[in-house]
């Protein structure tokens, strides 16, 4: 194995020990229905009469007005309204690794149309956002400022500050990131709409950069993909993935893989999908992995993945789903601005900056509106967790927590079975069949 993170993390898993796959069945259709869900609650922009988060209406309609572009759409981070360009390319590249690795697992599911506009949401923004070859816009929203008020996206009132990358102000983390995310949607797009795809890579091409290069010719080299997503988990966390990150506790039926006090989960969950990948990279191959303990086969990798995503759906000490609206018990005091307030259209007057804080976000209640499919941060190394709406560590959901779970659900479907999506499809809602067959 070339690969150093991967390997710790492997060493890790192993020296650990990897438990059988149990006989808890979840409905990974169903989580994954939801998990769309999320990324349509966090659009921002113009949204499309089939938008199915009927709490949600338009917002930022003048993004990069101001500077004279025109940045509408895209997706919010988080529980604010910030569009943060690094987080929302790596959640775009993640969908699309989805896309294509499991393209078959996410048709089975009817859910190839849903994978494909949560991708396109954050592409057509990308497309926008690329004003000319070596101009990129970064982020909209201040994050200070941004902080400072309690308002749903539709009342926003705090500044919508752009930032851009040029010549002057280099970032070629973000330019790779984007590009990157251009080009492997390029490749998910392409079965299904060659123009769009195309369009895709006349972007990516023009940030011609390492990540893109290898998102482009991805079939020639499978190991840069799992480096790929390692370091790219390995930046967003601040810090280094090391050994002594990890901890283990044994003391609980399948523990949680935990790397950081802040929003544990977004980590679990691209390790699951990254393991659920290299698994299936390892039987194509007939291989096994080599550690120092001895060989792990690709099952067991599956196994581990599993544990995660059953972790995340309820197996756990609190027997909670940290999905958003699976099952019967989950957080209901999410750290999200829009979750939390009343929507427009049962609340039509503003809800401002301050009144936010003092009317809805210090109240005890659970939020007035479920954002169906959110993976909140999660639990503490203990497997505590606290619903409480100013643990935001714990209960704010994030774009790159989520991103990844749209392939690990698909593949875990595909392997242990359960009832499809679409029983949740009818209860939550609509997308007509015309608006289904474009993308
Ligand atoms: C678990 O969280 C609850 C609620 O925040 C707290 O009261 C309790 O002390 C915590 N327990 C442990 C073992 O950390
Ligand atoms: C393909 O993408 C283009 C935009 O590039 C769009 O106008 C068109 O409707 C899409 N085609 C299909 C079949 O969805």
Redesign the pocket.
């Known amino acids: 194995m070339r690969i150093s993170h991967f390997g710790m993390l492997i060493l890790v898993v192993g020296m650990l020990g990897l438990e059988a796959a149990t006989a808890t069945i979840f409905n990974y259709g169903q989580a994954l229905d939801m998990t769309f869900l999320f990324f349509e609650a966090q659009r921002s922009g113009k949204l499309p009469a089939n938008h199915r988060v009927k709490w949600r209406s338009d917002s930022a309609l003048k993004d990069g007005f101001l500077q004279g572009v025109d940045l509408v759409g895209g997706y919010y981070d988080a529980g604010d309204h910030v569009k943060f360009g690094l987080p929302m390319a790596f959640s775009v590249t993640m969908l699309a690794w989805g896309a294509i690795d499991f393209r078959k697992e996410i048709t089975a599911l009817d859910q190839m149309g849903n994978t494909l506009w949560a991708i396109r949401w954050g592409t057509d923004y990308f497309i926008k956002a690329h004003t000319q070859p070596n101009v990129l816009w970064a982020q909209v929203g201040d994050g200070d400022s941004d902080h400072y008020c309690w308002e749903r996206a539709e009342d926003m009132t705090t500044p919508r500050t752009a930032y851009k990358l040029d010549e002057y102000h280099p970032g070629s983390d973000l330019a790779g990131e984007t590009a990157a995310a251009l080009a492997a949607s390029s490749i998910a797009f392409k079965p299904y709409n060659s123009s769009y795809s195309i369009l895709l890579l006349v972007h990516a091409k023009q940030d011609e950069l390492l990540w893109a290069a290898a998102w482009l010719y991805r079939a020639t080299d499978d190991e840069y993909y799992l480096k790929y997503v390692v370091d790219n988990a390995l930046y967003m966390s601040g810090t280094g993935w090391a050994v002594k990150e990890f901890s283990w506790d044994n003391k609980y039926a399948g523990g949680l893989m935990y790397v950081r006090e802040w929003n544990n989960l977004q980590y679990a969950s691209a390790a699951a999908l990254l393991l659920s990948i290299y698994s299936d990279y390892l039987s194509a191959a007939n291989a096994k992995l080599s550690c120092p303990e001895g060989q792990i086969p690709p099952q067991e990798l599956l196994n581990f993945a599993k544990s995660q995503a059953d972790y995340i759906l309820g197996k756990n000490p609190k027997t909670i789903s940290y999905l958003v609206g699976y099952g019967t018990k989950y957080p209901i005091h999410v750290h999200h601005r829009g979750s939390s307030i009343a929507s427009i259209f049962a609340l039509h007057s503003v809800v401002e900056c301050v009144q936010g804080f003092e009317t809805w976000y210090r109240r005890s209640e659970g939020n007035p509106n479920c954002i169906f499919g959110a993976l909140v941060g999660g639990p503490?190394q203990?497997d505590?967790?606290?619903d409480?709406r100013s643990?935001y560590e714990q209960t704010e959901p994030t774009l790159s927590g989520n991103a990844p779970l749209v392939g690990l659900f698909s593949k875990l479907h595909s392997v242990y079975g359960g009832a499809t999506g679409r029983d949740l499809s009818k209860r939550v809602s609509t997308v007509s069949s015309i608006s289904r067959k474009q993308f």
Do not use: C
Request: net charge negative.
């Open positions: 503490d203990n505590n967790f606290s409480d643990n």
